[in-house]
T-cell receptor, first 110, second 114 residues
Framework: GEDVEQSLFLSVREGDSSVINCTYT??????LYWYKQEPGAGLQLLTYIFSNMDMKQDQRLTVLLNKKDKHLSLRIADTQTGDSAIYFCAESKNNNDMRFGAGTRLTVKP | NAGVMQNPRHLVRRRGQEARLRCSPMKGHSHVYWYRQLPEEGLKFMVYLQKENIIDESGMPKERFSAEFPKEGPSILRIQQVVRGDSAAYFC????????????FGPGTRLTVT
């Protein structure tokens, strides 16, 4: 089946940039998403990108998509302690069947 | 405008009992999705429903699990004769319709089977 893979852990210092990477295998993916999950909470949609785009910026967040390599990244500028959470990459063809990675746990050290 | 609501937030059941998880979508949303998250794993799609219709249940276990989204009231995920392996967080998401590419998630129900 199709897979979405992410590294499990990332640790950065407050004020630095964080880059969370994701790879996927389904070349027909149409939508790619980044969700944030804080402890004990549901998933919060952070941002999304269509497969015909290669970059999207939204305040401190920058999403880069390399469709040829099936590689998606999320860059968080000026990372704060409040950004500590698990970040999930997800993809779907039609929004009915989303496939999630296992999540990257971001730890921000003061 | 309330978000997606799920209840209960925590549910403890003994093996063999039934678990009922409820999800109220966001106002104006007619599409509901259920996902399961095992510890240290990502979410796995279970089922996609519209009002009174199951559209895609390809992620649902064949036995003991069922889902409904009646004309009135919340969507229900029902697990009969629960086993320890059913312990997980169950998340519901909703979207306005097929043209929407965003799903909004509820806070989840954490099911513990003892």
């Amino acid at each position: 089946g199709e897979d979405v893979e992410q590294s499990l852990f990332l640790s950065v210092r407050e004020g630095d940039s964080s880059v969370i990477n994701c790879t996927y295998t389904d070349s027909s993916s149409t939508y790619l998403y980044w969700y944030k999950q804080e402890p004990g909470a549901g998933l919060q949609l952070l941002t999304y990108i269509f497969s015909n785009m290669d970059m999207k910026q939204d305040q401190r967040l920058t999403v880069l998509l390399n469709k040829k390599d099936k590689h998606l990244s999320l860059r968080i500028a000026d990372t704060q302690t409040g950004d500590s959470a698990i970040y999930f990459c997800a993809e779907s063809k039609n929004n009915n069947d989303m496939r999630f990675g296992a999540g990257t746990r971001l730890t921000v050290k003061p | 405008n309330a978000g997606v609501m799920q209840n209960p937030r925590h549910l403890v059941r003994r093996r063999g009992q039934e678990a009922r998880l409820r999800c109220s979508p966001m106002k104006g949303h007619s599409h509901v999705y259920w996902y399961r998250q095992l510890p240290e794993e990502g979410l796995k799609f279970m089922v996609y429903l519209q009002k009174e219709n199951i559209i895609d249940e390809s992620g649902m276990p064949k036995e003991r699990f069922s889902a409904e989204f009646p004309k009135e009231g919340p969507s229900i995920l029902r697990i009969q004769q629960v086993v320890r392996g059913d312990s997980a967080a169950y998340f519901c998401a909703s979207s306005p319709g097929l043209s929407s590419y965003e799903q909004y998630f509820g806070p989840g129900t954490r099911l513990t089977v003892t």
